[in-house]
């Protein structure tokens, strides 16, 4: 079964943390999304990258940066983690070309900075 | 259907009774849509998809229609169940490979 795997479900940090949240993906995908999710604002594009070490800003890119070093791993940084950030973290991975893309998601990762 | 807000629309329906959803997608030029789930506290699973050529596409116990005239897309659940009980929301992908995400609709189902 094919699988994009957030290393945590829950995290609970403290103001001015430095965060890392890891996602690994399973099926050769070349591109990998990060998104946050909150209610009723559905997901919001952090960052993208199409290949090892390219990223792309997506809609909401300030306070986050975020590592491809190698394929299956895409890693979001939250440099200094700030309240405003408490959100759910969905990683995505998809195939590049024509549809349907494979386009899939992690479980989500519940960051609660306090 | 779908709208960006603080809160999310809700539907309420009885066990066994038929689920229609809706969402409106703004771009004439998108090709691909897909409706997913996402159940609390988990991330979102493909539920269907169609694409532009198509008005209909049938999965078990789920169609997808799609209006291109009116940009409007629907995901109708048959026979709704305590587990269909999630956030439903569609998906555009527009012809350079980006994906857009509605909001979400809340499905309720009453025992």
């Known amino acids: 079964d094919v699988k994009v795997t957030q290393s945590s479900r829950y995290l609970v940090k403290r103001t001015g943390e430095k965060v890392f949240l890891e996602c690994v993906q399973d099926?050769?995908?070349?591109?990998m999304f990060w998104y946050r999710q909150d209610p009723g604002l559905g997901l919001r594009l952090i960052y993208f990258?199409?290949?090892?070490?390219?990223?792309e800003k997506g809609d909401i890119p300030e306070g986050y940066s975020v590592s491809r070093e190698k394929k299956e791993r895409f890693s979001l940084i939250l440099e200094s983690a700030s309240t405003n950030q408490t959100s759910m973290y969905l990683c995505?991975?998809?195939?590049?070309?024509?549809?349907?893309?494979?386009?899939?998601f992690g479980s989500g990762t519940r960051l609660t900075v306090v | 259907g779908e709208s960006v807000g603080l809160h999310l629309p809700t539907l309420s329906v009885q066990e066994g009774d038929n689920s229609i959803i809706n969402c409106a997608y703004s771009?004439?030029?998108?090709?691909?849509f897909i409706w997913y789930k996402q159940e609390s506290g988990k991330g979102p699973q493909f539920i269907i998809d169609i694409r532009s050529n198509m008005d209909k596409r049938q999965g078990q116990r789920v169609t997808v229609l799609l209006n291109k005239t009116v940009k409007h897309l629907s995901l109708q659940i048959a026979a709704t169940q305590p587990g269909d009980s999630a956030v439903y929301f569609c998906a555009e992908v527009d012809n350079f490979n980006k994906f857009y995400f509605g909001s979400g609709t809340k499905l309720n189902v009453k025992p």
């Open positions: 099926m050769d995908h070349e591109n």
């Open positions: 995505a991975s998809s195939t590049s070309g024509t549809a349907p893309y494979g386009y899939t």
């Open positions: 990258s199409y290949d090892v070490k390219m990223k």
């Open positions: 771009n004439s030029a998108s090709d691909y």
